[in-house]
T-cell receptor, first 113, second 116 residues
Framework: DAKTTQPTSMDCAEGRAANLPCNHS???????VYWYRQIHSQGPQYIIH???NNETNEMASLIITEDRKSSTLILPHATLRDTAVYYC??????????????FGKGTKLSVIP | SAVISQKPSRDICQRGTSLTIQCQVD?????MFWYRQQPGQSLTLIAT?????????ESGFVIDKFPISRPNLTFSTLTVSNMSPEDSSIYLC?????????????FGEGSRLTVL
């Protein structure tokens, strides 16, 4: 799976949009971009994933650049409960091995009142 | 989604002892994994729990230290053997649900082990 690079930490004001970047310049054509987050003392939680098109669900939006070398997770209206470590993960989507996730260090997002 | 129950949620153990962590899922799942999260670190995959056969271990993890069982589609155990303080970590069970097509994994809340 391709390697990802994320900022170590970010701050965001409550109620504002949080934009979390991720670089994955070595991503290959069949690899998806997944985002998970881990709130303190909890297991990771799935947020969203995408291949090449932008995606949106009830939690967030995922913007993937046209060359797929980077992406941005957007939390449209951050709340204090969104304070967590956010992991950007690239993985293939075929075969049994595709279910495995390789976690990097992630971005620690702090939402400030 | 899948509801994952892990037991124990936390424990304090003595050096040299072994502890078995249980993972129970409320639905049949295709894949089950065990992860370790050392203090202040990210998650590291230990192994894939295979139903009815030996687990598939990642580099750096061996069966003698982390024996794993998976007798059916909803249950797995991870044993941390002959524990040392370096084994103090959160151990997490993760599953892939057959019926979903998103490929997402669900995680338990983890079992926090402290080895004295």
């Amino acid at each position: 799976d391709a390697k990802t690079t994320q900022p170590t930490s970010m701050d965001c004001a409550e109620g504002r949009a949080a934009n979390l970047p991720c670089n994955h310049s070595t991503i290959s054509g069949n690899e998806y971009v997944y985002w998970y987050r881990q709130i303190h003392s909890q297991g990771p939680q799935y947020i969203i994933h995408g291949l090449k098109n932008n995606e949106t669900n009830e939690m967030a939006s995922l913007i993937i650049t046209e060359d797929r070398k980077s992406s941005t997770l957007i939390l449209p209206h951050a709340t204090l409960r969104d304070t967590a470590v956010y992991y950007c993960i690239v993985r293939g989507d075929s075969g049994a091995g595709s279910y495995q996730l390789t976690f990097g260090k992630g971005t620690k997002l702090s939402v400030i009142p | 989604s899948a509801v994952i129950s892990q037991k124990p949620s936390r424990d304090i153990c003595q050096r040299g002892t072994s502890l078995t962590i249980q993972c129970q899922v409320d639905s049949q799942v295709t894949m089950m994994f065990w992860y370790r999260q050392q203090p202040g670190q990210s998650l590291t995959l230990i192994a894939t729990a295979n139903q009815g056969s030996e687990a598939t271990y990642e580099s750096g993890f061996v069966i003698d230290k982390f024996p794993i069982s998976r007798p059916n589609l909803t249950f797995s155990t991870l044993t941390v053997s002959n524990m040392s303080p370096e084994d103090s970590s959160i151990y997490l069970c993760s599953v892939a649900v057959r019926r979903t097509n998103t490929g997402e994994l669900f995680f338990g809340e983890g079992s926090r082990l402290t080895v004295l």
